[in-house]
């Protein structure tokens, strides 16, 4: 085999692997973008979620408020019935 074709038979295998690369890049940019829309995606889901989660917990804080207030009053109204002369 001449150096001649030798070299030529590198530069083709060089060329072949370039665009090896090449492709296996774009494939690495369009998985990096489908990560990216995932990932927003996700962190608009989990925000949704926790803004969700916080408006729960404070529809539970005021119902339990809430319902304190009122056997408060029920136990007043309780003791004051207790406490009132019977009428005969």
């Known amino acids: 085999m001449q150096p001649r074709d030798r070299l030529q ?6 060329k072949k692997r ?4 090449h492709a296996h890049l774009d494939h690495v940019k369009e998985m990096c ?7 927003k995606n ?7 979620q ?5 408006q729960d917990v404070a529809r539970e804080a005021k119902f339990i408020s809430q ?4 056997n408060g009053e029920l ?3 309780e003791g004051e019935k207790r406490n009132a002369p019977a009428e005969s």
Do not use: P
């Open 9 to 14: 038979r590198d530069l083709n295998e060089l």
């Open 18 to 21: 370039v665009q090896q690369y």
């Open 33 to 39: 973008e489908e990560t990216k829309v995932n990932f």
């Open 42 to 48: 996700f962190q608009s889901k989990a925000e949704q």
């Open 50 to 54: 926790c803004k969700i989660v916080k």
């Open 67 to 70: 319902l304190t207030e009122m």
């Open 75 to 77: 136990e007043k109204t």
